[in-house]
């Protein structure tokens, strides 16, 4: 009986609660009905989350709050402090179009735009913290995509170009009717920052994609106006991802025909709530970020888990700490990587130079730099100094003779000038050829050590200004020009190799005490075959002046022996004239270039004649400048070889004909100055940066070359 007593009472109990629940849905429904949807102007079905001001509270949201206006029968929307004009809705891909209020209303003043609109203007999302911070927003993917900008710029003088179209002021009372207002929009061409010089800007706005369609040129403004003024699209995606997904949840449109979105949670720095492992990560770019902006205000109230703070940390001080660390290593590793290499560089090419002078069995000796230094007294006494370093005067331990040491400073990083002058000198026992006693090569350290020739270069004893005691006669200067063709034809045909030296000079001329002419500096040399084969060259090497044409125009011949020919011609002309053969301060061409006057008095058979000389010496002359002519001249064919060089030197002066006038160049043509015709005299002023000799005359009788005594 007590049973069914409790069971009844628990069945009444049910009963009465369902009816008070019903009576509670009951009253609230009275009191809360369903908002309906509503209309303004052409804007229909109006529903959540957008409103009107005439709505009920509790319908839609007062972020996305619209008003009507019933003047001009259109739907304003407030955004950023100015209201625009609300073209369409969109529920599916959640995006309203907008376009400014003055693009549509203003015709007086052809439609300017009132209020200044940018990409800037819409807040970026960066993080889950501005996810509903800003009730609109442009595309997050791509915030240019959907829209682009048009300015109207304010110029003081009229434009013609085809981006600038003209706006008809002519009934706006407030800019001015005389104003010069252009709009530009914005292309794939042209960008709203290429403004012209006086003009500026008086106000931009955003349109459609639609505006790139219409292109550039020959675009009318009420054609842009009509695109402008359909208006640019933004989107309130966001706020529904929150609410359908989550605080910080992103979420894309997966079916614009219903509307249905997808949450996406796959991006860590969306969801740092929701794991503990990003928001570890995401304290971790919070404190990069601090660090790199030096800004500490994100790290004075973290917001997050835990996780959040210690990731911080770790981004703002471990993390660039363990950076820091590993780049200095790697700088250090780097910089022991480089020396290393330098190391081995060297060692490689001081392997080299020693394989070399090993497998050539080559007489010069070795000696170590101790040695040199002692040789050479620490130095002391300096013989002269060049391009490639300094030579030294020195005495052999052993034996007490004078010699040259000639340290180099100055070296191919291969080691392939040093290996030139070894190996070419090194092998090579004729009497106008300097030897080559000994070499040392240490690391960075290169010296060779010469016979020591007591009367120095031979440049000296024909160029100098300075008052020296031996004054060579031109009977001495014939020998020295012969014993220098003999080293030369030494060189091409009494080695085992033909060796060139491409550097003949009076520097290069070493006078031993009998005034014996000794060839050196074999720096710039080559060895070559005997077969006559031409000589391969990646580039002209030389001194200009005594360089052969055919190192500079490749279409007068091959590189030969014949190169060494032409300098010595060079060479001999000076020596017999003991002048340089450029006077670019002569007042006539004719006058320029010494071998041209010669050859022009063999031409008109003018006698040359030394003052102060014998019959003898005079033949002497005409004898080395005719042999000089034949070396110059400019096809290497046309010159003769060393060993017929020596046979002219050797010969006599009626054997010898007159060549071929000389050239700069190929195919150069020469006019003698009109004023030498009628001058019984021509003078050739010496330069102290060329002879160095003062008081030469020429006459066209007679050539005299007056040397101050």
């Known amino acids: ?53 005439t709505d009920p509270t509790h319908c839609g949201d007062p972020r996305y709050e619209l008003e009507c206006n019933s003047n001009n029968n259109s739907t304003l929307l407030s955004l950023f402090s100015a209201k625009y004009h609300v073209q369409h809705i969109d529920y599916n891909t959640y995006k309203i179009t907008l376009t400014d209020p003055g693009v549509v209303e203003d015709a007086t003043c052809s439609f300017i735009p009132r209020y200044f609109l940018s990409y800037r203007s819409f807040k970026p999302i960066f993080g889950p913290e501005d996810f509903g911070s800003e009730p609109f927003t442009l595309n997050r993917s791509n915030p240019y995509s959907g829209v682009r900008r048009v300015a109207y710029f304010n110029c003081t003088n009229p434009v013609t170009s085809p981006n600038y179209v003209k706006v008809d002021m002519s009934n706006c009372t407030e800019y001015g009717r005389n104003e ?19 003009c500026g800007l008086k106000v931009a706005t955003l349109a459609g994609t639609r505006l ?63 794991t503990d492992k990003c928001a570890y990560l995401r304290g971790i770019i919070v404190g990069i970020y601090s660090l790199r902006s030096f800004n500490t205000r994100l790290l004075d109230n973290p917001v997050g888990p835990p996780y959040l ?24 590793l780097l910089l022991l990587l480089l020396i290393y290499k330098w190391r081995r560089r060297h060692l490689s090419i001081y392997e080299n130079i020693e394989s070399f002078l090993l497998d050539n069995n080559l007489n010069p000796i070795r000696y170590e730099y101790k040695e040199i230094k002692k040789m ?70 290169r010296a060779l050590v010469y016979e020591f020739m007591p009367n120095g270069s031979l440049d000296k004893y024909i160029f100098s200004k300075e008052e020296i005691n031996i004054h060579l006669s031109h009977a001495k200067i014939y020998e020295i020009s ?37 060839v050196s500096d074999f720096g710039l040399a080559r060895l070559y075959p005997l077969d006559g084969s031409i000589a391969p060259l990646t580039a002209a090497r030389g001194t200009l002046g005594y360089m052969a044409p055919e190192l500079f125009y490749k279409n007068i011949g091959g590189l030969s022996y014949k190169v060494d020919v032409y300098s010595f011609g060079m060479l001999l002309m000076e020596m017999t004239s003991k002048r340089k053969n450029s006077n670019p301060h002569a007042e006539h061409s004719s006058q320029a270039y010494f071998p041209f006057w ?4 063999f031409l008109e058979e003018k006698d040359i004649e030394i003052e102060n000389a014998s019959n003898e010496d005079n033949a002497i002359a005409k004898k080395m400048f005719l042999v000089a002519l034949w070396c110059i001249q400019l096809k290497p064919t046309d010159r003769p070889s060393m060993s017929k060089v020596v046979e002219m030197l050797e010969g006599k002066t009626e054997s010898l004909e007159i060549p071929p006038r000389p050239s700069y160049y190929p195919q150069e043509k020469f006019q003698h100055d009109d004023d030498n015709d009628n001058s019984d ?25 007056v040397l101050e005594k």
């Open 482 to 518: 012969l014993g220098i063709a003999q080293g030369i034809a030494y060189l091409h045909q009494g080695c085992d190799m033909q060796i060139l030296h491409f550097d003949i000079k009076p520097h290069n001329i070493l006078l031993d005490e009998h005034f014996i002419p000794k």
């Open 180 to 198: 010069h207002v252009y709009v530009v929009f914005e292309t794939a061409e042209f960008r709203v920052s290429h403004v012209k010089v006086g």
């Open 212 to 274: 790139s369609e219409i292109g550039n040129g020959n675009v009318s403004y009420e054609e842009i106006r009509r695109v402008v003024g359909e208006g640019f699209e933004v989107s309130w995606l966001p706020i529904v991802c929150e609410d359908e997904c989550g605080k910080g949840i992103d979420c894309k449109v997966v079916d614009e025909k219903s509307g249905q979105i997808k949450c996406d949670k796959r991006y860590c720095h969306y969801i740092y709530e929701t």
């Open 309 to 332: 703070s210690s990731g911080t940390d770790m981004g703002r001080y471990i993390l660039p700490t363990f950076v820091a660390i590993r780049y200095l290593i790697g700088v250090a």
């Open 681 to 705: 005299q021509t003078s050739w002023s010496g330069s102290s940066s060329f002879d160095g000799h003062h008081g030469q005359t020429i006459t066209n009788r007679q050539w005299r070359i």
């Open 1 to 53: 009986m007590a049973k069914e007593t409790s069971n009844s009472f628990f069945k009444l109990s049910i009963f009465i609660s369902t009816i008070i629940l019903s009576f509670q849905l009951t009253h609230s429904t009275k009191h809360r009905q369903p908002c309906p949807p509503s209309s303004c102007g052409k804007i229909h079905n109006i529903t959540h989350p957008f409103r009107l001001k």
């Open 598 to 601: 010669i050859h022009d008095q």
């Open 376 to 445: 050479s007294g620490g130095f002391n006494v300096k013989l002269g100094q060049g391009g490639f370093g300094s030579v030294y005067k020195g005495k052999l331990r052993s034996s007490g003779v004078d010699v040259a040491i000639k340290m180099l400073s100055k070296f191919n990083p291969n080691g392939q000038d040093f290996i030139n002058e070894v190996a070419t000198i090194g092998r090579i026992h004729h009497v106008n050829v300097v030897r080559l006693i000994g070499y040392c090569v240490e690391g960075k350290k």
